[in-house]
């Protein structure tokens, strides 16, 4: 019986001695885990950022195309009222009685 309170008793302190080295382990690499995990948070934000910052130059892009599409069409329109104004006006020219003094 005290032979076997003895092994339980050896192997209770193997255990023990075992864990120790296992916490003393995982303390030492908790700061770089740590370390490791703020190294990936900054990546995600930077990444995050980046992708942001594409998406609204994209959407600049877009806002830029339509202005100038916008800015063709008026200008456009702006040369065809003027043209027919402009052959209105000869027309009218045209048309009118001449007078002569």
């Known amino acids: ?3 076997l309170q003895s ?3 050896d192997n209770a302190v193997v255990l ?4 120790e080295k296992l916490i003393a382990k995982v303390v030492q690499n908790l700061s770089r885990e740590l ?5 990936r948070k ?3 934000i930077f990444v995050n950022q980046f992708l942001r910052d594409v998406r609204e130059a994209k959407k600049r892009g877009r806002k830029a195309k339509r ?3 916008a800015q063709a069409v008026l200008a456009a329109v702006a040369i065809a009222s003027s043209s027919r104004n402009s052959t ?3 027309d009218a020219k045209e048309d009118a009685p001449k007078v002569c003094f």
């Open 16 to 19: 023990k001695h075992r864990y």
């Open 35 to 39: 370390d490791a995990f703020s190294k």
């Open 1 to 3: 019986m005290v032979y």
């Open 7 to 9: 092994r339980l008793l």
């Open 88 to 90: 209105v006006r000869k």
């Open 67 to 69: 202005h100038k599409e």
């Open 42 to 44: 900054w990546d995600l």
